[in-house]
Nanobody
Framework: QVQLVESGGGLVQAGGSLRLSCAAS????????MGWFRQAPAKEREFVAG????????YYADSAKGRFTISRDNAKNTVSLQMNSLKPEDTAVYYC???????????????????WGQGTQVTVSS
């Protein structure tokens, strides 16, 4: 089992920044690729960003490219999402998730991830 706990959400004005963190515990963190997803009310959960187990490869949704940066620290068992130039449409509950590093399914696919955090609310006011 892998336990994931997100933090860092909150209320921010449009154009502002937030940094989300996800702390992992349980199994060896470096055995997992990680992803950030978000879900707005009445919408499907969607991929935001992903990072390989080593941190070498990163992946972003088009909506996140140029504004968000995903990173990880395997020594501290954490993955982060730096979000800049936030927009009201970024308002959602943000989740981190863990995917077995040997599982070849796409980072973009929610079904590829075995473990999920409880989520943290991000609200961007206009």
């Amino acid at each position: 089992q892998v336990q994931l706990v997100e933090s860092g959400g909150g209320l921010v004005q449009a154009g502002g920044s937030l940094r989300l963190s996800c702390a992992a515990s349980g199994r060896t963190f470096s055995n997992y690729a990680m992803g950030w997803f978000r879900q707005a009310p009445a919408k499907e959960r969607e991929f935001v960003a992903g990072i390989s187990w080593s941190g070498t490869n990163t992946y972003y949704a088009d909506s996140a490219k140029g504004r968000f940066t995903i990173s990880r620290d395997n020594a501290k068992n954490t993955v982060s999402l730096q979000m800049n130039s936030l927009k009201p449409e970024d308002t959602a509950v943000y989740y981190c998730a863990a995917k077995d590093k040997y599982y070849s399914a796409s980072y973009y696919d929610t079904h590829a991830y075995s473990y999920w955090g409880q989520g943290t609310q991000v609200t961007v006011s206009s």
